[in-house]
C-alpha cells in the first residue's frame, strides 16, 4: 500500500471517529447543524449553553486565520516552542510539552507541518464553535482539507483546539 494510501486511510479514519466521539458530548444540537461537521478533539468538554449564540465578526476571522498562519509558519522554522503557543489549554495540556506536541504534528499532521500550498477556505459554525477550513497539498502530492477547531480564550484572542485533516478524492500532483 502506497505511503499516500496509507495517510488517506488514516485521515478518513479520523474524520469519521473524532467527530463521532465529540459529537456523542455534545448537550446542544442546533437544528440547523450540518452533519458534515468536523469536530477536532475527541477529549472536548459539552459545549455550554452559550456556545451556540457566539457570533463571529469579519475581525473575529481574520484573527483565526492569522493564529493558524502563524503556527504553520513556527512549523516551517521548525520553532515548538512558538507553535505549541498557539494550542488551546486543553491541547496543551493533552501534549504537556513543546516537543512532545511537535513529536506528534511531525508523525500524525505531515501536510500542515510541511505544505507545499495553503489555500485558506471559509471559517464556519458548527455547533457552536468556529471551524476554519484549509486546503493543503502535502509533501507527498496529496491535497487534504485541514478543519481547524478554534477556542476564543478569556481574553479574546483565538487558539487552535484540534485539527482533522479529510483527503480531497482524486487530487493528487
Given at each position: 500500500m502506497q505511503r499516500h494510501q496509507v495517510y488517506g486511510l488514516i485521515g478518513l479514519l479520523i474524520a469519521i471517529a473524532l467527530p463521532v466521539a465529540w459529537w456523542g458530548r455534545q448537550r446542544l444540537v442546533p437544528p440547523d447543524v450540518s452533519p458534515t461537521a468536523i469536530s477536532i478533539s475527541p477529549n472536548s468538554?459539552?459545549?455550554?449553553?452559550?456556545a451556540t449564540s457566539l457570533t463571529l465578526t469579519p475581525a473575529d476571522k481574520a484573527d483565526i486565520g492569522v493564529v493558524i498562519q502563524q503556527q504553520m509558519a513556527a512549523f516551517q522554522a521548525n520553532d515548538a516552542e512558538l507553535a505549541f503557543s498557539f494550542a488551546s489549554p486543553g491541547i496543551q495540556s493533552q501534549f504537556q510539552t513543546a516537543a512532545q506536541f511537535m513529536a506528534m504534528v511531525q508523525t500524525l499532521y505531515e501536510p500542515v507541518y510541511r505544505p507545499q500550498s495553503v489555500d485558506f477556505g471559509?471559517?464556519?459554525?458548527i455547533r457552536g464553535q468556529p471551524v476554519q477550513a484549509v486546503t493543503v497539498l502535502g509533501p507527498d502530492g496529496a491535497w487534504m482539507t485541514a478543519y481547524y477547531r478554534m477556542e476564543q480564550q478569556a481574553d479574546n484572542s483565538w487558539r487552535i483546539a484540534g485539527c482533522v485533516l479529510v483527503p480531497v478524492e482524486n487530487t493528487t500532483i
Open positions: 468538554q459539552p459545549l455550554p449553553s452559550t471559509s471559517v464556519e459554525l
